[in-house]
């Protein structure tokens, strides 16, 4: 199968090449990618962009419709009418804004179709995502949503994805990529890069540019590699995304070496397009690995140059004869497949880069660039990982009630939630890095809608189920959407008229009058328990007048409020030994002069710097005892020096958990940038943090010279752990929407608010504030049970239970049921240390259920068994498959399990319904 694929491929690119006519002598190739670079949103709303309506409220679109900027629709028809010149192409990024001009433009849409030959998918998302920050998932959903309208405009997918303008990459994209089905990516953002700004490397490390600029041993065309072995081709875009823009500019400067671009110092002064194009070449070929070069052109929102058909041809018939370079106009999936090929036919290969390499040949580093915008507007990032559960949990529940045969048909909506939910990945949106006017006015609403629909469908379809099942005894049901089984702690409303009898069986009542008790659930399913008012384990809390001491089977915790309610001991109690060499969960008040992309410290001409904080604690209130739960809340009065601020702390201790619940609220002065701190027992030497769909390790270095704080700053998902020289692990933090975590020396720290509206200092095209009040929620948890090896899975799940908790409903004996659905049911399972991301009906054939499996470790077996009720009794019919549904060869199977030698770390299997 997969080789039939290649030779089709191969084919259609030998007529692609013949078609545009490369002379066979040609002994070089330098390739003009023409597009625009189209922001989802960043100084304007989304409808704006398309078409100025609402109108342009900052005077960005030029008054001239013939000059850039333009709204999307202008661009689009002005790409048209040059698509009929026969050297033209054109590619196109964002989904979103090619989707509207089909919507608006039959005329328009049309003369694309037209020469559709010559239009090419470059990207194929809803927009051009970050992939440091989303959510894994809704990182894939956000190409899926795409390419599945692609599909339907029978408009072809190229296969290669366009990141120009991420702010930094994730150091195991890879995995993602390999998932998808991806061929290529491009980018430009990275360490050492000219519109950094500033540069640190860790002592001894090169920049990944300075890496890759490098005549001898670098090269920007290169096979990434991930951790897990993933691989993806590679092209870094050296001058920025929009380097050929000044192709028609008689009298501009130009970079005319590698060394003149790594050094950002633009000296060749260009006469002539033939000398644009030549000083093209004189920069990229030296550490370009073929015969093969690539230029982009299109900055944000760029019309297309109309005279670039005149300039190629010129330089074929005035240069080519001479130096056999040839030009050409294509996308720069033309240039991949080009560069494949030529790679094929000298049995060559590229370089193979991975983050941990050690050496100039085999090292890439992504990360950092930019690292303020990871905790930039947190309400964003709060609502976007919310909603994404949310709508996995959805999912989940529309496959479970397939299996029950509930007859719930909620795909159009969930697909429609999807929608609304990808906007969120763009790399100006989830990083918080859009205007005010974007963000309050565009942004923050839509997630706000999004979360609601999303709340409102998960309760929908509990509900339903909860009316298809019956019990004898009032019972609780308990929905788990995670891909393994688990025993956690689940709340759940209670109705106002309860019987008194059934509210003493209830295990706990919450402060806010919910149900409390810890309840196992089987993988993908739910589970029917009796409420039973007996329990094993009791949290224990005692009061000295200053300090609460609170413990369970695996920790004690002591808050005081002579440490202004911050944590004085953290007492692992298998080792009863305190993790904390200080004060726990303290908080620091940075005053930061940076903007909301880049913390203060990260620029030398930048302020950053510890402020004094008077802090005045209040009084703290137990607002339960247990004995399942036991949680207390205070207030700390910090006096810092744009005023007083009031941060309420929230801690929470639950049976038979390894870590204690912290949930601070409050809002960021301003100019601030606040950091929670936690201080080990022993010097941290490297952290391990979740990455979108993976993880990493990390050692903290200086990013600046700043003597208040320097540390590097990591984009992290899920969880941080901590461990010292001997590769003990000293701590963990589990989170679900707090990104930015670092540490320095013995000290864990986490950045969980900024409010820095500054654009004086270093500003990079955007100003926005941020006085919201966020509640944000991570946890402490103790060594024990823990080892440096994330790949066990252990660290994951446990961060996965806590940040995606199990739903709870009441069931009452009393209550009218259609009793068509049993009382537990799991809908899949996977073997070892495996995890079930999600499992969804699809997009394109809604026979099919696709389920995503995430290994931490690789290679190894797994076996994946599903529901026979929905899948046949009979040896069911199981496909490996790309994250965008694409079919592929068959797995093997035995009557309702799924065998798999897992090479990678995400895989994607499609097993047909009955």
Request: net charge negative; with cysteine.
């Amino acid at each position: 199968m997969r080789s039939g694929i290649l030779l089709i491929t191969l084919f259609l690119l030998i007529i692609n090449l013949n078609a545009l006519k490369i002379p066979k002598d040609a002994k070089q190739v330098i390739v003009f990618g023409q597009a625009a670079h189209l922001d989802w949103d960043w100084l304007n709303w989304f409808p704006t962009n398309v078409d100025n309506h609402p109108p342009d409220h900052i005077s960005y679109f030029n008054p001239d419709p013939t000059q850039t900027p333009q709204p999307t629709d202008t661009i689009f028809k002005a790409a048209g009418d040059l698509m009929s010149e026969d050297a033209y192409s054109y590619s196109v990024c964002e989904m979103s804004f090619l989707r509207r001009f089909w919507s608006d433009s039959k005329e328009g849409w049309a003369k694309l179709m037209k020469f559709k030959h010559k239009l090419d998918i470059v990207g194929g998302g809803i927009t051009s995502p970050d992939n440091l920050l989303p959510h894994g998932e809704a990182f894939i959903r956000n190409f899926l949503v795409g390419v599945k309208w692609l599909d339907q405009v029978n408009v072809s997918w190229s296969k290669k994805i366009w990141l120009p303008d991420d702010f930094g990459h994730d150091s195991q994209l890879p995995v993602m990529m390999e998932a998808l089905g991806v061929e290529g990516v491009a980018f430009s953002r990275i360490p050492g890069a000219c519109d950094q700004g500033v540069n640190h490397n860790p002592p001894g490390v090169k920049s990944a540019s300075e890496i890759l600029m490098d005549r001898n041993t670098g090269g920007i065309d290169f096979t990434w590699i991930a951790n897990d072995g993933s691989t993806t081709f590679a092209h870094w875009l050296p001058g920025h995304y929009c380097a050929g823009d000044n192709i028609a500019c008689d009298y501009c400067y130009e970079y005319s070496t590698p060394e003149q671009l790594l050094a950002c110092n633009a000296q060749h002064m260009v006469t002539s397009t033939n000398d644009h194009i030549q000083q093209y070449i004189n920069t990229r070929a030296p550490i370009s690995p073929t015969s093969n070069i690539y230029v982009p052109i299109g900055c944000d929102f760029s019309m297309p140059v109309h005279e670039l058909s005149k300039i190629v041809n010129k330089w074929n018939s005035e240069i080519y004869p001479t130096t056999k370079t040839f030009a050409i106009i294509e996308s720069f999936a033309f240039y991949v497949d080009l560069v494949n090929k030529e790679l094929k036919e000298k049995s060559e290969s590229l370089l193979v880069r991975n983050y941990h390499g050690t050496s100039p040949e085999t090292s890439f580093r992504p990360s950092p660039y930019w690292t303020g915008f990871y905790a930039s507007r947190m309400g964003l990032k709060i609502r976007h990982y919310e909603a994404t559960r949310t709508l996995l949990g959805s999912e989940i529940l529309s496959v479970i009630h397939d299996g029950l045969k509930l007859r719930t048909n909620v795909n159009e909506k969930l697909f429609d939630i999807w929608n609304d939910l990808s906007p969120s990945t763009h790399h100006d949106y989830i990083t918080g890095t859009a205007t005010d006017y974007v963000f309050n006015g565009e942004q923050k609403p839509l997630l706000e809608k999004v979360l609601k629909n999303a709340n409102i469908l998960k309760r929908d379809l509990l509900e339903k189920l909860k009316a298809s099942i019956s019990v004898e005894k009032d019972s609780v049901l308990v929905y788990n959407q995670l891909g393994f089984d688990r025993t956690a702690l689940v709340e759940y409303d209670l109705p106002k008229n309860i019987d008194l009898t059934v509210l003493k069986n209830v295990k706990q009542i919450s402060y806010n009058g919910k149900g409390l008790s810890i309840e196992h659930a089987p993988s993908l399913g739910y589970q029917t328990s009796e409420l039973k008012s007996q329990n094993n384990e009791k949290i224990q809390y005692t009061f000295d007048g200053d300090c609460y001491t609170f413990e369970n089977k695996l920790l004690s915790a002591q808050v005081c409020k002579s440490t202004n309610w911050g944590i004085k001991s953290f007492i692992d109690s298998r080792t009863n030994q305190n993790a904390l060499s200080s004060i726990g969960n303290e908080l620091k008040f940075y005053y930061d002069g940076g903007n909301i992309y880049r913390f203060g410290f990260e620029n030398e001409n930048c302020e950053y710097y510890l402020q004094d904080a008077e802090a005045t604690p209040g009084e703290a209130e137990v607002l339960e005892k247990g004995p399942i739960r036991f949680r207390i809340r205070s207030s700390v009065s910090y006096n810092v020096a744009s005023g007083n601020h009031k941060m309420i702390f929230d801690y929470q201790l639950v049976v038979g958990e390894p870590f204690l619940r912290i949930n601070v609220t409050g809002s960021s002065p301003y100019s601030t940038s606040v950091t929670t701190n936690f201080p080990l027992r022993d010097d941290i030497s490297k952290i391990t943090h979740g990455t979108p769909y993976h993880y990493d390790t990390k050692k903290s270095f200086a990013f600046s010279e700043n003597q208040h704080f320097n540390a590097s700053i990591e984009a992290t998902h899920n969880f941080v752990f901590a461990e010292n020289s001997k590769k003990q692990v000293l701590a963990a933090v589990y989170h679900g929407s707090t990104p930015a975590w670092s540490y320095v020396k013995d000290t864990i720290v986490g950045v969980i608010g900024r409010n820095t509206p500054g654009s004086g200092c270093e500003g990079k095209g955007a100003d926005g504030t941020d006085d919201y009040v966020h509640s944000i929620l991570y946890t402490l948890r103790v060594p024990s049970g823990l080892s440096s090896d994330a790949s066990s899975g252990k660290v994951l799940k446990e961060a996965l239970s806590y940040n995606t908790p199990l739903s709870g409903t009441y069931l009452s004996k009393n209550a009218e049921t259609d009793n068509s659905a049993p009382d537990h049911y799991s809908l899949a399972s996977v073997s070892g240390n495996s995890i079930i991301t999600t499992a969804k009906n699809g997009d394109f054939d809604d026979h099919t259920v696709f389920f995503r499996i995430y290994n931490p470790r690789t290679p190894k077996n797994i076996t994946l068994t599903v529901d026979s009720g929905l899948f046949g009794n009979g040896n069911v019919r199981a496909y490996n498959a790309t994250a965008l549904e694409r079919i592929a060869s068959p797995i093997q199977s035995k009557d309702n399990t799924v065998s798999l030698n897992a090479q990678r770390a995400l895989y994607t299997i499609g097993i047909k319904k009955v």
